[in-house]
């Protein structure tokens, strides 16, 4: 009886391994674009979602350092997520800044971004449909922008009262700036690197110093698609055209500033750190190393074929 029940599990797993075989892409921009798209999706469930819980409950359930810690949570574990596969951007600001760097390919950046701002758009309606209830009967039965009983900001960023557009700019390029300076900084092997393993809550501590020190102005959205995929969620499911109007049209600023302060940051941790490593630091690269007419790294192990290495410069950086 043993032996059959033994048989019989080995042929469900082999069952198991087969489909499972089955559902295996084999493309590979393919694979890390759904990476993108779980990762961010795990930013904003858990970073909207600590938000509709402070507002629906009004401060009783939360105030503002959980949603701080909300979204360096969001950002820890999206990372963790997604790393392995794509290289974890979580940022289409940060695959950006990859691309002018020449550290990430220029054709990739738009299946990146689109595929970001798709995982921050399902993330938002999981949040929404999660939060329905208690956003209704907040409300009043009604889905508001602005005013006392508004619920638009649980998804998407609006700027203070007295926070004017370019003022907005400004916050948004040095917020952006810092995180881009930041990320940098934990990946440079040759200055303080994150200690292996440690990478993806260091990022999520950057994201937690930049909500607590730069985050009341307008929310610190530090990426075009956190922003942008729940605004376009928000204007489908019933918020209305509003949510482009509101705050003088802000809706522009966290798509376009962001952009601009990941450069920005990108520029000044080049030209003020990166350009002044007198000498490199230890290697990193495996022993037996030599160079191939292609200019990569290849391994040269007696009776085995050259095994390709791309240092660690030139694949895929972390970020949110």
């Known amino acids: 009886m043993g032996t059959f029940m033994a048989t019989l599990a080995a042929l469900r797993l082999s069952g198991m391994d087969r489909l499972l075989k089955k559902c295996c892409i084999r493309n590979s921009l393919v694979k890390k674009c759904l990476a993108e798209c779980l990762g961010v999706f795990i930013i ?3 970073g909207c979602g ?4 402070v507002v629906t409950s009004k401060d009783k359930a939360g105030q ?3 949603i701080n810690l909300g979204f360096a949570l969001g950002t820890t574990f999206g990372i963790h997520v997604s790393r392995g ?3 974890a951007h979580l940022n289409p600001a940060v695959t950006l800044s ?9 054709f990739d950046l738009p299946f990146y971004a689109l595929s970001q701002l798709l995982g921050a758009f399902l993330a938002a309606a999981t949040v929404a449909l999660q939060y329905y209830d208690a956003i209704m009967f907040f409300g009043g039965g009604k889905l508001t922008v602005t005013g006392p009983t508004a619920t638009a900001g649980i998804f998407t960023t609006y700027p203070a009262d007295y926070l004017s557009l370019w003022g907005g700019v400004i916050d948004q390029v040095i917020g952006t700036a810092a995180l881009l300076v930041c990320v940098l900084a934990l990946g440079d092997q040759r200055n303080s690197p994150a200690p292996p393993g440690l990478e993806a809550g260091l990022v999520g501590a950057v994201v937690l110093c930049i909500g607590v020190s730069m985050g009341s102005n307008s929310g610190y959205s530090l990426n075009p698609a956190r922003d942008l995929g729940p605004r376009l969620f928000t204007y489908f499911a019933g ?4 949510v482009f109007s ?7 600023v966290p798509l376009v500033a962001t952009n601009i302060g990941a450069l920005v940051g990108t520029l000044i941790y080049v030209l003020m750190i990166e350009v002044h490593h007198l000498e490199p630091g230890p290697s990193s690269e495996p022993p037996g190393l030599d160079m191939n007419a292609e200019g990569k790294h290849v391994v040269k192990l007696e009776g085995e074929p050259d095994l390709i290495y791309y240092p660690k410069e030139l694949q895929s950086g972390t970020a949110m």
């Open 64 to 66: 503002y350092l959980s």
């Open 44 to 46: 904003i469930v858990f």
């Open 85 to 87: 596969v794509s290289g």
């Open 239 to 242: 918020w209305g055209g509003e």
């Open 50 to 53: 600590s938000v509709a819980q």
């Open 98 to 106: 990859l691309c002018f760097l020449g550290r990430h390919p220029w």
């Open 246 to 252: 509101a705050g003088d049209g802000w809706w522009w």
